[in-house]
């Protein structure tokens, strides 16, 4: 099976501008999750979508928001950048069940300047 | 709030060392996951355990969950250049609808 991956590996925006990142998960996976990682914070959970509707979601301001298609394939949308959204966008993509085990993407490099 | 405390938070040995890593809480897990991680790559599943006081091995690395299913170990033995990296463990909670907690990570570096 093809792996997890995410579109664009890297990314260079403005502060103020918008940006729209995109995870195709694994065949026959219906969970894909979002996470940001930075160096001081760690790996923080952004949501998680299953079957095209959010199961979770963790402690990020509105301008995070994101969507699942039919297609279990998911994108996350990030709205007036600021310079701390700087980080590596992380999609993981799971069966949505016992026993979780998560399957990450490359991940998305995003800076913001 | 769930916590998963990972301990050392950076551990730097020489290559044929033994080592060890240690994922801590208070709550309890239905399951707990280990990743290792490269400089700008997404983490790699390494193991799950699912069983209070079950071992898993995979190669040089022995991974424990705790009796209670509240903690976890990975044991390196022999270690070499190529174990470098972050290694995460993650706990999942009971029911789909609860969500994966994370570790801080434990930043392995072997020198040769």
């Known amino acids: 099976k093809a792996g997890v991956t995410q579109t664009p590996r890297y990314l260079i925006k403005t502060r103020g501008q918008q940006v729209t990142l995109s995870c195709s998960p694994i065949?026959?996976?219906?969970?894909v999750s979002w996470y940001q990682q930075t160096p001081g914070q760690g790996l923080q959970f952004l949501f998680e979508?299953?079957?095209?509707?959010?199961?979770n979601k963790g402690n990020f301001p509105g301008r995070f928001s994101g969507r699942q298609f039919s297609n279990s394939r998911s994108e996350m949308n990030v709205s007036t950048l600021e310079l701390g959204d700087s980080a590596l966008y992380l999609c993981?993509?799971?069966?949505?069940?016992?026993?979780?085990?998560?399957?990450f993407g490359p991940g998305t490099r995003l800076t913001v300047t | 709030t769930q916590l998963l405390e990972q301990s050392p938070q950076f551990l730097s040995i020489q290559e044929g060392e033994n080592l060890t890593v240690y994922c801590n809480s208070s709550?309890?897990?239905?399951?707990l996951q280990w990743y290792r991680q490269e400089p700008g790559e997404g983490p790699v599943l390494l193991v799950t355990v699912v069983t209070g006081g079950e071992v898993k091995k995979l190669k040089r690395l022995t991974f424990q969950f705790g009796d209670a299913r509240k903690d976890s170990s990975l044991h390196i033995t022999a270690a070499q250049p190529g174990d470098t990296g972050l290694y995460l463990c993650?706990?999942?909670?009971?029911?789909?609808?609860?969500?994966?907690?994370f570790g801080s990570g434990t930043r392995l570096s072997i020198r040769p």
């Open positions: 709550s309890v897990f239905s399951s």
């Open positions: 979508y299953f079957s095209e509707t959010q199961r």
């Open positions: 993981a993509s799971s069966e949505g069940g016992f026993p979780y085990e998560q399957y």
């Open positions: 993650a706990g999942a909670g009971r029911s789909s609808a609860s969500k994966i907690i």
């Open positions: 065949s026959g996976h219906r969970s």
